[in-house]
Structure formats: C-alpha cells, structure tokens
C-alpha cells in the first residue's frame, strides 16, 4: 500500500515531485534577499535554471526543460561541486524572481540561465552564469548549430559549464551517440514531457522512448527511461509479464552499459519494490551511487534501499546529501525526519519537520509524523494537537487514533480505527499494525501484520527500527515474521 509511511514519502519524492514551497510575501524584493546574513549555498554550487524558448517555434518549445535536463544528468557523475536538481530548479520555469531570490532558494551561489532562438532549422543557444547574491554576470557563451546537430550542442553546453566548474569534461556522463537525429528529439521530449509530472505526460513519456528504442535498440538512456516508466506504473498487480520484462530490460542494459548509474538505481528500486530482495536492492543502489554520486534521486532510492537494511547513519547522510541538491523536494525532508525516529534522534526528527513545515505547513504527512516524535516523547496532549493540524485526512485519522489511545480516550480511538479498518483495511493493514502494536495488543499488532504481508504492503519493508513495534521484540510470532521477511533480527 502506498501509504506506508517511509514509502509514501519515497513515492511523493519520485512521481508527484517535490510538492509546492510557500514563498513569504518579501522574497519577491531584491533588497530582502540583500540583507546580512543571506545564505546562498556552498561557494562553487550551482543551478541550471530553464533556458528561454520564447524566440523559437512553438513545436521546439521542449528544449527549454529537456536540454537543461540532460545537462544535469551529465554533471550527476560529479559529487562536487553542489548541482542543483531539477526538481528545485525547474520550479522556477515560469515565474522567474530576482537571482538573489532564486539563489536563496535553492541555496547556490551562482546560476545558469540560457535562452534558445532560431527560426527552427539551425539554433542558438546563449548562456550565462550569474552570481546570486547580486546578479553580476560572471561568464557567458553562445553557440549556433543546425537543428539535426543537437547532440553536438548538448556537448559544448557541457564542455562551458565543466570548465566554470572546474571539472574535467571526461568525467561527465557521456551522451548517447546516436545517428538519428529524430530519436535525439524524441528523447529529448520524453525528458520534458517528465517534467509535467502528470499521468497523461508520463504516458506520453513513454510514447517517446519507445518510439527511440523501437528506432535505435541501443539507446540505453531510453532503454531506462522505457523500463522506469513501466516499473513506476505497472499494470495489474504489479506481477504482470510487462514488468518482468522491465525489469530484465534493466538489468542487461546494467550488464551491457555497466556505467549507466540510473540503470543500476531503478534495478536497485525494482528489486526493492517488487522482488523485496533487501541485499540486492543495497547492492545496484551502491553500484549507482558510484557512478552518479551527485544525482538526488539515485541519493534517494540508496537511501531507501539502505533504511530497509536498518543503516540509519548512512540514510541520514544520504538524504542530507539530497536536500542538499535539490532543497525543494520536500518529500525528502520528510524521509529524513522518519529515518531520524527511527535513530533515535527525536529531536533531530523536530527538526526537519518543523523546517518542512515551515516551507508548506500542509504537505501531507507532515503533522502526522510529528504526531509520532510527541508520542515517543510523552507529550500526548501535544501529539493530539498536532494530529488536529495535518491536512492529508488518512495521516491525520491516523495519528488522531495513536494520540486518543495514548491519552486513555478509548471509546474514540476505537470508534476511529473502526472507521479507518472499514474504509482502509484491505491496504493499509501496516498502520492498523502500528496502532496495535502501540496500544500494547500483541495479538492484533501480529495479526494485522500478517494482513499486510498479504496484501504485499510496502510498509513491510520499515519493520527494522520502527519504535512502534519494539514491544513485540519477545514475541516468537514476530521474530519468525521479521526472518521470513528477508530482515536481520540483529
């Protein structure tokens, strides 16, 4: 079931994007973000903003996201410095405040803006990197080449941007060298049409990566993209033949092309999700992380792989390495704070949610799992409080449940978890199992368990270090479930 905790956060984070961020009214004025004490990211840090298309034809309007898109990809092999991920960067593709503004944002120093034109058969494409502080221009570039010579464009843009970095462009991921220049826009349009983040444009997505693999077999880059999308919406019951076959699409472009970082992530994901092979999952995600150390999202799925296996150190520095990256997904700060819970560290837990909350008091889950941290402190009155504020209806029945029990108000927690059984028992059995398992009844928390084990509840993959089950760690019961599962009872 999705809403399991850690892996509702994970989807939210992978397939609905980073959720809105809430600017204050004075972080449209330049003098605000001029004030002492404005932190713009580490020195060297930079963003790839989305590049201008206003001066191109409309049906070339998709290079505006898809060529900032590949460059990001590019520069995903380097752990430093500090890119930006689209995700952050892309939120600003409209609307579009002062550097100064946008930089506080995304906490860089400097920014890559671009601006396409052209009357659609030979493109120019100028950039400029801008300090964000103040806006100065700090370099700038211009290149023109006929429309089928994308690639080659592709490839100056990142020759510029690794050379005012300071990298060598050898270490970039490489692009795919592909003779058509058809199936380079069509991949091209796939990445953009990804960044609408809406089931119609994934759908469309698709379309154009098949339609490339269909054309060149050995785009590998499609290839993933192809497999990604089918793995992340997957017909049935998540068993059909379909996603079989997109899983083994992974894993022979990760044999063939074993320097694709996203194919060994979304393997990684795939043998999390589906086949719940703890070991191998840890080990493509580890595969990935050396190739694409600096890509939030290969972060965030060893992040998941890695909390299953109940190494909390090594999550925290792993998803801090993606807020970093990419500081608008708030979906990540909410993985953070539970993977602190489940440390131990509940203040450190506070902590992130009270930033999340203060970037988007409503995203869902937010009140909910600080709900949790006042439980786990004994603060239930404040609990209960908090459970009052969350606006995603699920979490806050949810912890409204836990928060009644634990203030001896029975009758209304019962009458609650009945309402919650009713109307989502048949997939959310893993958090029916929590609220037993916290209210003290070992039997029902066993039971329940048991229920979500049927109905292939994702939550099953947070059972190593959840606080809310260390009351059944005598139980025999338990411990058979816990090995049968695939976790380690150390």
Known sequence: MITSLGVFVFWLLLFKGPGPVVLSPDEGSGAAARQPGIYYGPSGSIAVLPFQTEALPADL????????AVLLRQLASLDSPQVTAGTSSFFFREDRPPPEIVGQRLQVSRLLEGRFSGDGGSLELAVRIVRSRDGEELN???????????????????????????????LLTPLYETAEP????????????????????????????????????????????????????PDGDGRSGGLRAAIEQLEQVSMQDRENGRAHAWLAWARHRYDKDWARAESAARSALERLPGDPQVLNIAALALFTRGEFEEVEDLLRRSIARDPLNLATRLRLGLALEFRGDNEGALSVYRTLASLNADFPGVHAFRARIKLLQGKADSALAESEKENDPFWRRYAQILALFELDRGDEAEELLQQMIEEDGDHAAYQVAEIQARRGDADLAIHWLEKAREQNDRGLAELVGNPFFTGLAGDSRWRELVVALGHSLD
Do not use: M, Y
């Open 140 to 170: 700038s570039s211009t290149w023109t080449q006929p429309r089928e010579r994308l690639p080659e464009l592709q490839r100056q843009l990142a020759r510029f941007v690794a050379e005012i970095v300071n990298a060598d462009a050898e």
């Open 61 to 68: 309007a998709f290079l505006g996201t898809a060529v900032p």
């Open 182 to 233: 058809e199936s380079w826009e069509a991949f091209l349009q796939g990445l953009h049409l990804q960044t609408e983040r809406t089931a119609e444009s994934g759908r469309a997505a698709q379309a154009r990566f098949l339609r490339v693999v269909e054309a060149e077999p050995g785009f590998s880059d499609a290839q993933v993209e192809l497999a990604a999308g089918r793995l992340a919406f």
